[in-house]
């Protein structure tokens, strides 16, 4: 079964702090894995887009990696501010004739105190 | 560019009701889906669509119907709401895998928060 899981499911850390927070699939064949990011009350916003040939992908404080081999992937946040607090969503594509379906993780609520 | 846009952005239902969750893109996007997002859960792919007169099931497409007659507009109708799906409900869409080997370009709309009682 194609499965995304996150960890942790919330995590809080202070301004200024980096933290990381990790990604698990069973998504097979796989395609390619995105993080995004999601405000309450709003639809999530794309940070970082990896096929299975990058282990590597940066947009400002956000760098996700991925590891294909082990199926997993992280997104480390540097020297965290306030707006980043929300809840971040690994998302999962299989290649083929699905790969218009996307596999969703349950998120990961992130809090950042002042 | 407006993006995606949804609408209403919030409605309740009585059981039994049917209604329409209207969807539209102004980006020429190729694909359209529509996700609820209930919580402690991931989205959940209700249907998608890969171009105009195509589409096909996601995750939780029962009590889902949907039509792709344009590219610009994806409606998701319920025919017979249920308690079951009251939900938030997010249309996206991007453009075609056939530049790049995968889809991007995903845009996601605002939500509709549905409640049927």
């Known amino acids: 079964k194609n499965q995304v899981e996150q960890s942790p499911q919330s995590l809080i850390i202070l301004e200024g702090k980096n933290c990381t927070l990790q990604?698990?699939?069973?998504?097979?064949?796989?395609?390619?894995l995105r993080w995004y990011k999601q405000d309450t009350g709003r639809g999530p916003v794309s940070l970082t887009i990896m096929t299975f040939s990058e282990n590597t992908k940066s947009n400002g404080r956000y760098t996700a990696t991925l590891d294909a081999d082990t199926k997993q992937s992280s997104l480390h946040i540097t020297a965290s501010q306030l707006s980043d607090s929300a809840s971040y969503i690994c998302v999962v594509s299989p290649r083929g004739s699905t790969l218009g379906r996307l596999y969703f993780g349950r998120g990961t609520q992130l809090t950042v105190w002042p | 560019n407006a993006g995606v846009t949804q609408t209403p952005k919030f409605q309740v239902l009585k059981t039994g009701q049917s209604m329409t969750l209207q969807c539209a893109q102004d980006m020429n996007h190729e694909y359209m889906s529509w996700y609820r997002q209930d919580p402690g859960m991931g989205l959940r792919l209700i249907h998608y669509s890969v171009g105009a007169g195509i589409t096909d099931q996601g995750e939780v497409p029962n009590g889902y119907n949907v039509s792709r007659s344009t590219t610009e507009d994806f409606p998701l109708r319920l025919l017979s709401a249920a308690p079951s799906q009251t939900s938030v409900y997010f249309c996206a869409s991007s453009y075609s895998w056939q530049d790049r080997g995968y889809y991007y370009g995903y845009t996601f709309g605002s939500g509709t928060r549905l409640t049927v009682v």
């Open positions: 990604c698990n699939y069973t998504v097979s064949p796989f395609s390619n």
